[in-house]
């Protein structure tokens, strides 16, 4: 079993930046990748970014030159760097973890709660 817990969402104004952290706990030895999904409301839950523990990313086209991801593997815990951010941007953001073979690829095999992140024009 694994935990993820997310931090760090809020209000922003558009162009705005924020940090979302996500702690992992439990059995992450077993943690290929994590990565980043949202949720706007009326619509269907999205990848974002995720990131291999060697380090190998993959985002979603909408925040390539945004957004950047990265985890500290010894500290078990997944950033999400959003910048220029756009009311489009608005959404709850959510923590997932691939373990085993599993990858960016496959649907997660654990997920956060959510954090919201509303951006206002």
């Known amino acids: 079993q694994v935990y993820l817990v997310e931090s760090g969402g809020g209000l922003v104004q558009s162009g705005g930046s924020l940090r979302l952290s996500c702690a992992a706990s439990?059995?992450?030895?077993?943690?290929?990748?994590m990565g980043w999904y949202r949720q706007a409301p009326g619509k269907e839950r999205e990848l974002v970014a995720a990131i291999t523990k060697g380090g190998n990313t993959n985002y979603a086209g909408f925040v390539k030159g945004r957004f950047a991801i990265s985890r500290d593997n010894a500290k078990n815990t997944l950033f999400l760097h959003m910048n220029t951010l756009k009311p489009e941007d608005t959404a709850v953001y959510y923590c997932?973890?691939?373990?085993?073979?599993?990858?960016?690829?496959?649907?997660?095999?654990?997920w956060g709660q959510g954090t919201q992140v509303t951006v206002s024009s």
């Open positions: 997932t973890s691939w373990h085993g073979f599993h990858d960016h690829t496959d649907p997660p095999d654990y």
């Open positions: 439990g059995t992450t030895f077993t943690i290929n990748a």
